[in-house]
């Protein structure tokens, strides 16, 4: 393809194709951190191609496909080439990764141990994960947990961090513009701007930790915490992963153990400083 | 051209150890794009590759190991459902290959499963399917009266509980094709591998992949097709081949498979001018996993619909698909 750039993040190294500069030029500059990957053998392949035979010229839209695609993506505008970037990498993690069971999670770490947070998109799970990365916890992704089935560590997948509508105002004043991408407006989730995750997370992108806490957080209502009942958490996780039946008798096992090991709670929350009072809370009432 | 690349590396895997990293990529997306990924890692076995490049064929073969799990589990469950009506159950295609334990089913990727009862027998086995849990996939009357009146199967089903498709065919070929296949010898020289399943024999399965590939089809997915039937004729006598090809109506198609196979996979063969085309159809691949050549492949794309209806039935059902808003390619 015209422009192309190959990135590592945690386990994966992706190569990305396009058929425009802008997309790839986005990633160079906001990956520019991250390892070096000129010339390696990449896991996957992601295509940033014209959604017709004059699209890459007249009306730019981007197609976002690769290894694995699917053939009613929503086409994209070009303005929006980051994202799709970003999309067509989570693609191809959520429909090809097979060495780890996927949850869809956020997740932190601190002396060694994990916080995993997963919930629906909107749930707050990647602003939580972002704000406590500036806070003494080292931030390991906002949108994959990798469970290792061997080990039952928890993997670090530290992709840029998607932030998303008023989680934008309230990441930029933690972390500063600089640490910031482009403002991509009115997307298909609104408006969407991506965060450099801090030297830490990205040095430390190969570190795994045991997790020590399963939260499920919700914006919105007034704070509270509740207790789940391993059922429920069992189900819920096997809907956060895209793998799950992939992995077959290894990914039961290790969704099993993991339910079986890790405390998990429900959580409330009215604003992200709520939100870190009780993740510190129940973290310290842990030890 | 990374599809001529891919070729070369399922034909003599020692070609891959003078290749870069820029050259193992193109030759994953292509594999990885003709699904044909899992049988180049079962062919790489023992071979030296990158460090890089190991964990993503052992990822490729373990999900087609889980695929043809799942495919057994279909034909099982297919039987099982069948086992009332007393008739043979012939599996087809990939599921076969893996029933049987068959070097075509290495590092094969099965997604349906199909298999083929004798006609008089489709309105049982429709019946009996549905009373397992299989529906209708298809909503749409215009396509479904069109199965049931010129394919050589039933509408595809879906079980409701497992999601997985079952096409029930009654012949390898479409009623429209200019070939007639006999169905009846297909079915009485069917092979049994226990359980009440049973596969086509060897020769009747290189036939069947060739009516497949080159007098139904577009050519989609060609190249892995093409390493199908590489596969079968290792296993398949070629007098007796003749002999059945000639009894199916499908001499052309079968000779003309052999010498592609011999190509592109084996030791060379003798190649006509129809055959390079055909080749370059099956080559349309790059190092992207993108497909090359739009217009080639829009020309078999037309040739796959001309083969299949007479010229004023296909206008007809172009006619009524594209007022359904249908669009090819």
């Known amino acids: 393809m015209r422009h192309a750039i190959t990135l590592r993040i945690g386990p994966a190294t992706f190569r990305i194709g396009s058929a425009w500069a802008q997309p790839i030029a986005d990633l160079a500059r906001l990956y520019a951190a991250y390892p070096d990957m000129r010339g390696a053998v990449a896991d996957f392949t992601v295509r940033l191609q014209p959604t017709g035979p004059i699209r890459r010229l007249v009306r730019p839209s981007i197609f976002i496909t690769g290894d694995h695609g699917l053939a009613d993506a929503a086409p994209m505008s070009l303005a929006h080439g980051l994202l799709a970037a970003e999309m067509g990498m989570n693609l191809q993690m959520a429909l090809g990764w097979r060495r780890h069971l996927l949850l869809h999670a956020s997740s932190v770490e601190k002396d060694g141990r994990v916080l995993v947070m997963t919930g629906e998109s909107g749930s707050g799970k990647s602003t939580l994960a972002a704000l406590l990365g500036e806070r003494g916890w080292r931030l390991m992704g906002d949108e994959f947990a990798l469970l290792d089935c061997a080990s039952g560590l928890i993997l670090p997948f530290p992709r840029l961090v998607s932030l998303k509508n008023r989680a934008i105002g309230v990441v930029e004043r933690e972390v500063g513009a600089t640490r910031l991408g482009p403002l991509l407006r009115a997307t298909a989730k609104g408006d969407i701007r991506h965060m450099i995750p801090d030297a830490r997370a990205i040095a430390r992108m190969d570190e795994g930790g045991m997790p020590r806490l399963l939260l499920f957080p919700r914006f919105g209502p007034a704070a509270d915490v509740r207790p789940v009942d391993p059922a429920e958490i069992f189900m819920r996780l096997t809907q956060a992963s895209t793998n799950y039946v992939a992995l077959g008798e290894a990914g039961f096992a290790a969704l099993t153990r993991f339910v079986g090991q890790v405390p998990a709670r429900a959580i409330d929350f009215p604003s992200g400083e709520d939100a870190i009072a009780m993740v510190d809370r129940l973290w310290s009432d842990l030890a | ?329």
């Open chain 2, 1 to 329: 051209m990374s599809a001529r690349l891919l070729v070369s590396a399922l034909h003599d895997p020692a070609v891959t150890v003078a290749l870069g990293a820029d050259w193992w990529n193109a030759l994953i997306a292509a594999a990885k794009a003709e699904r044909l990924i899992a049988a180049l890692a079962v062919r790489l076995d023992g071979h030296a590759v990158p460090e890089a490049v190991r964990p993503i064929l052992a990822d490729a073969r373990a999900d087609a190991d889980r695929e043809g799990q799942q495919a057994l589990w279909e034909a099982d469950r297919a039987a099982f459902a069948l086992r009332a009506l007393d008739i043979p159950v012939i599996l087809l295609k990939g599921t076969a290959y893996v029933a049987a334990g068959l070097p075509a089913g290495q590092g094969r990727f099965v997604g349906d499963l199909d298999i083929l009862v004798p006609r008089a027998m489709m309105p049982d086995v429709e019946a009996a399917l549905i009373g397992a849990g299989w529906e209708w996939v298809k909503e749409d009357a215009y396509d479904d009266a069109y199965y049931r009146q010129w394919m050589h199967e039933l509408p595809p089903l879906i079980h409701v509980e497992r999601d997985r498709l079952i096409d029930v065919h009654h012949t390898i070929l479409p009623l429209t094709a200019r070939s007639r296949p006999n169905a009846a010898a297909l079915i009485a020289d069917a092979v049994p591998i226990g359980e009440g399943l049973f596969i086509l024999s060897p020769e009747d399965r290189v036939v069947h992949a060739a009516a497949h590939m080159l007098a139904d089809g577009d050519l989609q997915g060609g190249l892995r097709n093409l390493w199908d039937i590489h596969s079968l004729l290792s296993q398949a006598d070629r007098h007796r081949l003749a002999e059945r090809a000639a009894l199916h109506d499908l001499k052309r198609p079968v000779a003309q498979v052999a010498r592609l196979a011999a190509a592109l996979y084996g030791g060379g063969a003798r190649l006509t001018l129809w055959d390079r085309l055909v080749i370059a159809r099956l080559l349309a691949r790059d190092g992207w996993g993108r497909e090359t050549r739009k217009l080639l492949v829009f020309a078999f794309f037309v040739r796959s619909h001309w083969l299949r209806m007479p010229p004023l039935m296909l206008a007809r059902h172009l006619w009524t698909k594209w007022r359904k808003g249908h669009r090819p390619v």
